[in-house]
C-alpha cells in the first residue's frame, strides 16, 4: 500500500492563481480529511468526508473547495489563492473520522507571492 | 468536542523518561483519549489511544486517572529520534466527528 498520497510536495503562486492540491489513499477509508499548518502552529482543519459524495466544513473552510467524486481522491482547490494561505496542507484518512487512527499524508508546501 | 491544555515544550536528555500530562476537565463519556507524533516537514503520526487506566505499545505508555480529566504520554528512554511535537487530542470515535488538533508539546531530547 503507497497509504496516502499527496501531490505536488512544493508550489509557489500568484495571488489570484487558482489551484488543485491532490489527495489519494489506497487503504478503502471512507473517512478524508485536509488541514492546513502554519509555522509554529498545531493542525487547524479546513474540510472533511465521511464518504463519497459527503463533504463538510471544518473551521477554516474559507478560499477552499473539495469534492468527493470516489472513495479514493479527495481533491482541495483553491479558487483564488491569496498570501495568508501560505501554508503547510496535509491530508488525511481513516475508516472512521474523530479519534479513529488517522493516516496521514507527506503534505504540500504551498507559498503565495 | 473537550479542550486539552498540554505544555508548550519540554526538554529531556537521552536515555530518560518523559512524561507529558495533558489536561481535559470537561471530556465527555464517550470520548477517547489519542496522542500524535510530528515530525519536522512530516504529516502527525498516531501514537497510541485510551480510554481509562493504562495502554501500552511498543513506542509508549497512556495513564489515564479514575476521573479522566487528564492523562500522561510516557516515552521511555527517549533518544534523539523522539525530538518533535506531541498532539493530546480527545473526542468520540464517530464517523462525523472532526479531529481537533492544538498547538502541541513540542519536545526536544538533547545528548
Known amino acids: 500500500n503507497a497509504g496516502v498520497t499527496q501531490t505536488p510536495k512544493f508550489q509557489v503562486l500568484k495571488t489570484g492563481q487558482s489551484m488543485t492540491l491532490q489527495c489519494a489513499q489506497d487503504?478503502?477509508?471512507?473517512?478524508m480529511s485536509w488541514y492546513r499548518q502554519d509555522p509554529g502552529m498545531g493542525l487547524r482543519l479546513i474540510h472533511y468526508?465521511?464518504?463519497?459524495?459527503?463533504?463538510d466544513q471544518g473551521e477554516v473552510p474559507n478560499g477552499y473547495n473539495v469534492s468527493r467524486s470516489t472513495t479514493e481522491d479527495f481533491p482541495l482547490r483553491l479558487l483564488s489563492a491569496a498570501p495568508s494561505q501560505t501554508s503547510v496542507y496535509f491530508c488525511?484518512?481513516?475508516?472512521?473520522?474523530?479519534?479513529?487512527?488517522?493516516?496521514f499524508g507527506p503534505g504540500t508546501r504551498l507559498t503565495v507571492t | 468536542l473537550a479542550k486539552t491544555t498540554q505544555p508548550i515544550s519540554m526538554d529531556s536528555y537521552e536515555g530518560q523518561e518523559v512524561n507529558i500530562t495533558c489536561s481535559h476537565n470537561?471530556?465527555?463519556?464517550?470520548?477517547?483519549i489519542t496522542w500524535y507524533q510530528q515530525f519536522p516537514s512530516q504529516g502527525p503520526r498516531f501514537i497510541i489511544q485510551?480510554?481509562?487506566t493504562k495502554v501500552t505499545n511498543e513506542v509508549a505508555s497512556l495513564f489515564i486517572p479514575a476521573d479522566r480529566k487528564s492523562s500522561t504520554l510516557s516515552l521511555p528512554r527517549v533518544s534523539l529520534s523522539d525530538t518533535a511535537v506531541y498532539y493530546c487530542l480527545v473526542g468520540v470515535i464517530y464517523n462525523t466527528d472532526k479531529l481537533i488538533f492544538g498547538t502541541g508539546t513540542r519536545l526536544q531530547v538533547f545528548p
Open positions: 487503504m478503502n477509508h471512507e473517512y
Open positions: 488525511a484518512s481513516s475508516l472512521q473520522g474523530g479519534q479513529y487512527e488517522q493516516y
Open positions: 485510551g480510554y481509562k
Open positions: 470537561n471530556i465527555a463519556t464517550n470520548d477517547y
Open positions: 468526508s465521511v464518504g463519497a459524495g459527503i463533504t
